[in-house]
């Protein structure tokens, strides 16, 4: 509660407040009053006739009344890889949220100004979160073989970094060289490894995923104008990584 002194003029009063709000008419009090209260509500005020009979110009006591302010739900961002870059220095550990299951885990992460990012689910309770993204229904799922994880397919997600909300695309298949030294398992370091023939046969993934990724390492993420390893930004698989981010976007939290 707070005091502050005020006027009230006769007739079609006006209330002004010093010292911020001189000459602002914050509320009417119609007869005329000695006091009003003020209630502060977002972006308005509010008055309250407490008492009658004003002189022409009379001064008055008004109370502000403050009420907390309702903090307003932070939104999702779209940054770019840059901006994003600009943030936070480093490796830590954030949060990610999958938007089309709900879930979040923790990551290990690092932006670069002009990569997208290689992340790693920050502990194996991590991953085991990650694997019932994957698997929503528990079936028994063998975890070594490569097809039992969704290869490079993008999904919409929030990164969460220093209460801001981002939007990014993340795929959750493992390859390449691991970023963290706490991955959860099965995310071993296989760096550069291919898939051989032998090996797809064996697994039973056929032909097609012969010099595909080996399972292993990091996981990706894209912010809607991210490059590839390869440097590509609107064709092929980045393309689709930075629509998952715009995606991300467009659905919110
Ligand atoms: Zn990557």
């Known amino acids: 509660m707070e005091t502050l002194t005020g006027v009230v003029r006769r007739g079609k009063a006006q209330v002004e407040l010093d010292p911020e709000t001189v000459g602002r008419i914050i509320g009417g009090l119609a007869g005329g009053a000695v006091g009003a209260r003020i209630g502060r509500e977002i972006g308005r005020f509010f008055v309250r006739v407490s008492s ?20 307003e739900p932070a939104r999702v961002e779209q940054l770019t890889t840059r901006e994003v870059a600009a ?24 932006a670069s100004a002009n990569y997208h990012t290689d992340w790693n689910p920050a502990t194996p309770a991590d991953t085991a979160i990650v694997k019932s993204i994957i698997n929503p229904n528990g079936n028994n799922i063998d975890w070594t073989n490569p097809g039992s994880w969704p290869y ?22 493992p390859h390449d060289i691991v970023m963290s030294e706490n991955p959860g398992p099965p995310l071993s370091n296989q760096q550069g490894r291919r898939i051989t023939a032998a090996e797809a046969r064996s ?8 010099g595909k990724w080996y399972l292993g390492g990091h996981m990706c993420m894209y912010y809607g104008d991210s490059p590839s390893g390869r440097g590509e930004i609107t064709t092929g698989f980045a393309k689709r990584m930075n629509d998952a981010a715009r995606d991300a976007y467009s659905r919110g939290l």
Request: glycine share 10%; hydrophobic share 40%.
């Open 52 to 71: 009658a009979g004003c002189e022409e110009v009379q001064s008055a006591v008004v109370e502000i009344e403050e009420k907390p302010a309702q903090e």
């Open 87 to 110: 943030l936070q220095r480093g490796r830590s550990v954030r949060e990610l949220v999958d938007i089309l299951s709900g879930k979040s885990f923790n990551i290990s992460w690092e």
């Open 152 to 173: 490079f397919r993008p999904r919409p997600g929030v990164l969460k970094l220093n209460g801001r909300l981002i939007a990014v695309g993340i795929h959750l298949y």
């Open 203 to 210: 697994w039973g993934l056929g032909a097609t995923w012969e």
